[in-house]
């Protein structure tokens, strides 16, 4: 049973709720269709928590797809976005202005649209193939294991793929998390190294919108900072300001993919040396999986478990979003 005011309760489920939801027989049949008659591209709308999951699948699909799929973060569409894009628009309270706004351009361009969504005003909307309706109470950063699996399946159905089996990933993942107490990777462990200290979460392909949710996560539920970067990028700029004498205090985690080609093991296994050599202390985290899908959810679950350990060693309450509210406030 998931505590609905308790954060570590709704994390600490996140297995469980990848197999919340399947998609119905009539929409993965209109996604089928879509397929068959051709497609521009795939466009995933969403902010915040909300966005996480469109960012995940553009991640996994980049490259190996014959289309775009991208996500859209914005009040507007991109001006290549025509009729012949599908719109996925992931709103969990259904009221996030942005989406809503992308979401009415969508429709004007005659896009083929499905929504997902708690309720709220998105919810409501006409002119959606689809209107896919997830359960209300969790914060939409907690809401990911019950978002992703739809988009991600929605995808896979337009693309005419196997959809992931998700049920044996939920049960992997239980059962990493119960070794991970008793090891050198407990949450506890990690959260303590980041007390009075900036992470930097840096990843490679599949595994750079792991180390983005893994800073919000930081950002939002420990109240603290945090940013991520990306290799081989971080390699053309970042790289520069881990000198010795630098008066921030960084600790550069590396997540590291056992799906690295030689070209990038090499890339991030020379990074963490020349940042230890300059006097940081760089952490390298691997946890492995049957695949790609998995190594990615089994990253998240155990940084999420680190961000609500370290927002209970920091005191501060994991559920509130005091800055957030009070931006919305002046906003509206």
Request: charged share 20%.
């Amino acid at each position: 049973m998931v505590d609905m005011s308790d954060m570590h309760s709704m994390v600490k489920n996140f297995p469980s709720l990848l197999t919340s939801y399947r998609i119905e027989s009539e929409t993965r049949e209109t996604c089928i269709r879509l397929g068959d008659e051709g497609i521009g591209g795939i466009l995933i709308l969403g902010m915040g928590g909300s966005a996480i999951a469109g960012l995940y699948v553009q991640s996994l699909f980049r490259h190996s797809a014959p289309i775009p799929i991208l996500t859209n973060q914005d009040y507007t569409l991109p001006a290549y976005v025509d009729s012949n894009w599908i719109i996925i628009a992931v709103s969990y309270s259904g009221n996030t202005e942005e989406t809503l706004a992308a979401y009415d351009e969508s429709v004007n361009r005659g896009c083929q649209t499905f929504i997902i969504a708690s309720g709220g005003e998105l919810y409501t909307k006409g002119n959606s193939l689809s209107k896919i309706k997830i359960v209300d109470g969790y914060q939409p950063r907690a809401a990911f294991p019950l978002i992703f699996p739809i988009v991600l399946n929605l995808v896979e159905c337009v693309m005419g793929l196997k959809p992931t089996e998700l049920g044996t990933i939920a049960n992997s993942l239980s059962k990493k998390a119960l070794e991970w107490e008793n090891s050198s990777l407990a949450p506890k462990r990690l959260a303590q190294d980041i007390i009075g200290i900036v992470p930097l979460f840096i990843g490679s392909r599949n595994l750079v919108p792991v180390a983005y949710r893994a800073k919000c996560q930081i950002n939002e539920n420990a109240k603290t900072m945090a940013f991520f970067s990306e290799v081989p990028e971080a390699n053309h700029n970042e790289i520069e300001s881990f000198i010795s004498g630098n008066e921030f205090k960084i600790l550069p985690i590396f997540i590291r993919s056992s799906y690295e080609d030689i070209k990038i093991k090499k890339r991030m296994n020379i990074t963490a040396r020349l940042y230890k050599e300059e006097g940081y202390s760089p952490v390298s985290l691997s946890i492995e999986g049957s695949n790609k899908v998995e190594e990615m959810l089994a990253f998240t679950f155990y940084l999420d478990l680190v961000s609500v350990e370290l927002a209970k060693i920091r005191e501060v309450n994991p559920l509130t979003v005091e800055q957030i509210s009070k931006l919305k406030n002046e906003l509206n």
